[in-house]
């Protein structure tokens, strides 16, 4: 009977560590993704406009579903998941797609994954919390990684790097407020109910950017981008924001978030194999650097347990 139960056990870890790593590496080949499409001469706008239009249907399904039989949200509630929905999801998914216009895909995985020590830095600087130098010398580690990386491509692409990794960087921020104040209502609401919640309040902004910015002729495009964004819909979207939320379900946020550390690397391989990024020893270097410090927050365990990749 002990052995069944822990073949049971050691089976429903091995799931949860797979969809971990699987999801991770689906968000991460969204860069790749995104950056195929910029080839076609597509806006950033349009792009992310076509990717709301085909992974809204299933955010609306899981608000439904996660909402049956749930307590009524209160007006408050209404407000900070319309806050969340506009910073976490709408603006870092925009500044996202526009740093991709002038970065690598490695380097915008690299700048997004700072999110978490951003929310060491913002808790330090506006609620007051402390660390230790544990914790700081893991963010010396992390930004160390990321300017290793930052010269390399300033090197070899020009001056637009910096206005990439600008754009990037203030897609992490967005998201690390996001973190900091989703806390308490991702306990309360469920992560289904308040990603889906806040995804749907994103498509409405985009929708509404595209109507202001963008003539309807611009949906007009090869059908190559038509593809590419339901990829990016569906395999770098959808499924990898349920496949985490499993995975931490099964074996826990701090398990799942280390998991995750395969993105950054898995990025490098698919931009060397679909988009002809060249790998140098400065960009291994200093992805490694970047995924020690990632480590080092997540065991001392200052990762927000939130942790979700949806730009």
């Not at 998914?93 to 740093?99: E, I, R, V």
């Not at 910096?162 to 989703?182: R, T």
């Not at 609401?189 to 950017?209: D, E, K, N």
């Amino acid at each position: 009977m002990q052995s069944d139960v822990q073949s049971a056990q050691r089976t429903a870890f091995a799931a949860g560590l797979a969809l971990a790593i699987g999801g991770s590496i689906l968000f991460s080949a969204k860069a790749v993704v995104i950056k195929l499409a910029y080839r076609h001469g597509v806006d950033a706008t349009t792009l992310i406009a076509l990717r709301m239009v085909f992974s809204l249907p299933f955010f609306v399904a899981a608000l439904i579903w996660s909402s049956r039989g749930a307590p009524p949200l209160s007006r408050a509630d209404h407000i900070r998941l319309v806050l969340i929905g506009l910073l976490g999801y709408y603006a870092a998914s925009y500044l996202d797609f526009l740093g991709l216009k002038y970065v690598t895909a490695a380097l915008e995985r690299l700048i997004l994954y700072l999110s978490p020590t951003l929310v060491i830095v913002l808790s330090a600087l506006f609620l007051r919390k402390h660390f230790g130098r544990y914790e700081w010398g893991a963010l010396a580690l992390c930004y160390g990684g990321i300017l290793l990386v930052f010269w390399h491509d300033v090197s070899l692409e020009g001056g637009q790097v910096l206005l990439g990794s600008v754009l990037v960087f203030g897609a992490a921020v967005c998201y690390a407020v996001y973190l900091i104040i989703s806390g308490e209502l991702v306990r309360r609401l469920g992560a289904i109910r308040l990603t889906a919640y806040a995804m749907c309040v994103s498509s409405v902004a985009v929708f509404a950017q595209f109507a202001v910015l963008n003539p309807m002729s611009a949906l007009r495009q090869p059908y190559e981008v038509y593809w590419l964004s339901l990829l990016n819909a569906v395999l770098c979207t959808v499924l990898p924001v349920f496949a985490t939320m499993l995975a931490v379900e099964r074996i826990g946020a701090s398990r799942a978030s280390m998991a995750s550390m395969i993105g950054p690397v898995s990025t490098i391989a698919l931009a060397y194999l679909f988009l002809d990024e060249r790998i140098s020893i400065w960009q291994l270097a200093g992805t490694g650097l970047v995924l020690i410090g990632i480590y080092v927050l997540t065991r001392a365990g200052t990762v927000p347990a939130s942790k979700e990749e949806v730009t």
